[in-house]
Each structure stands twice: as structure tokens, then as C-alpha cells.
């Protein structure tokens, strides 16, 4: 088990903005693809954001592009999600994944949530005048 410690989360109003960051505390030496998902009461997860080992792509939901912006510090295996214009609809439990490295992960599903081994416990993000 990779324990991953979110930090950041808060209640802002709209148009406001957030920074969330998510430390995977693994072996010396190893790296991870890492996403946020969120899930609002009453909905399903969805994956939010989604840099792979080495940060030099990014994945974004379609709901979140241009308002959003995720790095990866390879370095020190923590993913930063920069939340801009936030709005209502933001509004849910935002969660770190985290997957080894592996030759398993497949890019173009960097937003499943069944990419990912390991997860965070949740940080709170509430959008709300």
C-alpha cells in the first residue's frame, strides 16, 4: 500500500480558486501515474485530471478544461491540481489515485478510475456563494 496525503481543500466562493496537492509516500526510487477524481452526493466518480509518470502530458475532463491545470512533480511523486473559476458544480469529494509504473496503464483511459491502485482518503471542495 502507497499512502497518498491530500492537502488543499476548503469552501470558496464562485469564481474563486483552489489548490490541491497529493503526496504518494512510496519506496525510494518509484513513480507513479497520478490523477484526481471527484464525486459529488448522489453521482458516480469521475476523473477530473490526470498527469502520467513524467508530467509531460496532462488529461483533463471536459468540464474542467481552461479552468483547471494539474503538474506533476516528478521528484517528489506529488500532483498539484490548480483549480480557477470555480464554480457550484464543482462542488464534491476530491480524490488522488495513484498507479505504479507498470506496462499496464493505458493513456487514453488516464481518466478511469480503474487505472489506479492506490487512492487518497478525499478532500472536501464546497463552491458556494
Not at 496537492?21 to 471527484?38: I, N, V
Amino acid at each position: 500500500q502507497v499512502p497518498l496525503v491530500e492537502s488543499g481543500g476548503g469552501s470558496v466562493q464562485p469564481g474563486e480558486s483552489l489548490r490541491l496537492s497529493c503526496a504518494a509516500s512510496g519506496p525510494p526510487g518509484a513513480k507513479y501515474h497520478m490523477g484526481w477524481f471527484r464525486q459529488a452526493p448522489g453521482k458516480e466518480r469521475e476523473g477530473v485530471a490526470a498527469v502520467p509518470i513524467g508530467g509531460a502530458a496532462a488529461y483533463y475532463a471536459e468540464s474542467v478544461r481552461g479552468r483547471f491545470s494539474a503538474s506533476l512533480d516528478n521528484a517528489k511523486n506529488t500532483l498539484h491540481l490548480q483549480m480557477n473559476s470555480l464554480k457550484p458544480e464543482d462542488t464534491a469529494m476530491y480524490y488522488c489515485a495513484a498507479r505504479p509504473r507498470d506496462d499496464g496503464f493505458t493513456y487514453r483511459f488516464a481518466l478511469k478510475s480503474t487505472e489506479y491502485t492506490y487512492w487518497g482518503q478525499g478532500t472536501q471542495v464546497t463552491v458556494a456563494p
